[in-house]
């Protein structure tokens, strides 16, 4: 199983924020992409996940019966800025929605909504209103997102930026948990991690076009 960017170029606007650009990450593997702001690692993210249209070059999955999928968003979680929930639903609510939209692929298991809120150390409070909670319970929250459909990559842009000590510390036990069960990550940051063995690429920002770009 691999997920594999060739080439990849991407425009904002009239701007070309990278190009060139590739990697290959097998099973159990993780990028961090880092660099400063407006460097391009959401741009990257969102190219990755299929939610912009990159400029040229190709993103591919490749699952471990050696099928490959080019549309990498079906495959993946994206988990963006902002959590995807809706603040007038409770927790319980905002998780059953994702997990009846998601569904389950790869006939792979995935917890109960509780044991994904316990995983994420907020057990008991499902039913509030997701609008109700801090920003730190509430990013933990979209990480239970992660754990009740199962995707064999996950995509997270600045996935830490709301947590304490302890939730950064819950985030990266998590995502090594996905890593040794053969889960891709590839996730943006201003911080460090604790994603053990994962390798960076960091992100300049402006690309010069050289010829042939915009072919
Ligand atoms: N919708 C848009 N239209 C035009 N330009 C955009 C758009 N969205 C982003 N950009 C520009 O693209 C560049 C890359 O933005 P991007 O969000 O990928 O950076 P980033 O590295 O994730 O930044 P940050 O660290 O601040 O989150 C920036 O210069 C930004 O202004």
């Not at 391009?40 to 400029?55: D, I, M, N, P, Y």
């Not at 730190?136 to 239970?144: E, K, L, N, V």
């Not at 009740?148 to 990266?172: C, M, N, Q, Y």
């Not at 201003?190 to 010829?211: D, I, K, S, T």
């Amino acid at each position: 199983m691999h997920l594999e960017a060739a080439n990849l170029a991407a425009r904002r606007g009239e701007d070309l924020i990278f190009e060139g650009l590739s990697f290959r990450l097998e099973s159990g593997e993780a990028l961090v992409l880092t660099g400063k702001n407006g460097s391009g690692k959401s741009t990257l993210l969102r190219v990755v996940a299929g939610l912009l249209h990159q400029e040229k070059g190709s993103v591919s999955f490749t699952d471990s019966l050696g099928n490959t999928h080019g549309r990498v968003g079906e495959i993946s979680h994206y988990l963006g800025h902002r959590n995807a929930m809706k603040s007038e639903l409770t927790v319980a609510e905002n998780l059953d929605f994702w997990r009846c939209f998601l569904g389950d692929s790869h006939g792979a298991s995935t917890v109960s909504i509780d044991e994904a809120a316990e995983a994420v150390g907020l057990e008991g409070i499902t039913h509030l209103p997701f609008g109700y909670l801090s920003a730190g319970q509430q990013r933990r929250f979209a990480f239970a997102k992660l754990l009740i459909a199962h995707r064999p990559v996950w995509i997270l842009d600045e996935p830490t930026a709301a947590l304490d000590k302890s939730g950064d510390r819950l985030f990266a036990e998590l995502v090594e948990a996905h890593r040794c069960n053969g889960g891709i990550v590839l996730a943006a940051t201003h911080q460090p991690l604790g994603l053990e063995g994962a390798q960076e690429l960091r992100m300049a920002g402006f690309a010069h076009a050289g010829p042939g770009v915009w072919e």
